[in-house]
Structure formats: structure tokens, C-alpha cells
């Protein structure tokens, strides 16, 4: 079992930024991958940026070059650096755990951004 803990969400106005923190807890050691969901209210939960054990990274094409993942491996948590934030990329965003044999999810905080 791995249990999934977020922070760091918020309001800001357009153009801020904001850090989100997930703190994974358990059997860590089963994770391969860890990433950033979100969802807008009346959308579809979407892929924001993932990060592999090994660093490798993927992002949505509409959040490269303002959003930055990270992983601290050490401490078994993952970052969402947000910057130049939009509108549009108001939503709760969740954090996702991957391991072997299934996935798990935290249980999402809230990010608004006001224009």
C-alpha cells in the first residue's frame, strides 16, 4: 500500500506560481513512476507531467516551459513547480503513485487562478 499526501495548492492571480507537494508513504519502494493529474470541474482528469525513478520526465505540451517536476527520492516526494500561471489552469490537481501492480491517488488539492 502507498498513501499519498498534497499540499500546496491555492489561489493566485495570473502570472504567479505555486508549489505542489505530494509525500508518498508505505511501500515507496514499489513506485516506478510518480506524476501531477488535474481536473477542471465539467472536464476529464488529464495528464499535467510525470517523473520516473530515473528522472525522466513528461509534461502536456500546454504546461512545458512554465511547469517543472521534480522527484526527492530520498524523501519520497515529488514537486509541481508552477510558474506563469493561467486562468485556464484553475482545476484540483491530484497526485498519482505508479507501481507494478496497480496505481495510486492522493486526494487532490485545489488550484485557482484568478485573471
Known amino acids: 500500500q502507498v498513501q499519498l499526501v498534497e499540499s500546496g495548492g491555492g489561489l493566485v492571480q495570473a502570472g504567479g506560481s505555486l508549489r505542489l507537494s505530494c509525500a508518498a508513504s508505505?511501500?515507496?519502494?514499489?513506485?516506478?513512476?510518480m506524476g501531477w493529474y488535474r481536473q477542471a470541474p465539467g472536464k476529464q482528469r488529464e495528464l499535467v507531467a510525470t517523473?520516473?525513478?530515473?528522472?525522466?520526465?513528461n509534461y502536456q505540451d500546454s504546461v512545458k516551459g512554465r511547469f517543472t517536476i521534480a522527484r526527492d527520492n530520498a524523501e519520497n516526494t515529488v514537486y509541481l513547480e508552477m510558474n506563469s500561471l493561467r486562468p485556464e489552469d484553475t482545476a484540483v490537481y491530484f497526485c498519482?503513485?505508479?507501481?507494478?501492480?496497480?496505481?495510486?491517488w492522493g486526494q487532490g488539492t485545489q488550484v485557482t487562478v484568478s485573471s
Open positions: 517523473i520516473r525513478r530515473g528522472g525522466s520526465t
Open positions: 508505505g511501500s515507496t519502494g514499489t513506485i516506478n513512476f
Open positions: 498519482r503513485a505508479d507501481t507494478f501492480l496497480r496505481d495510486y
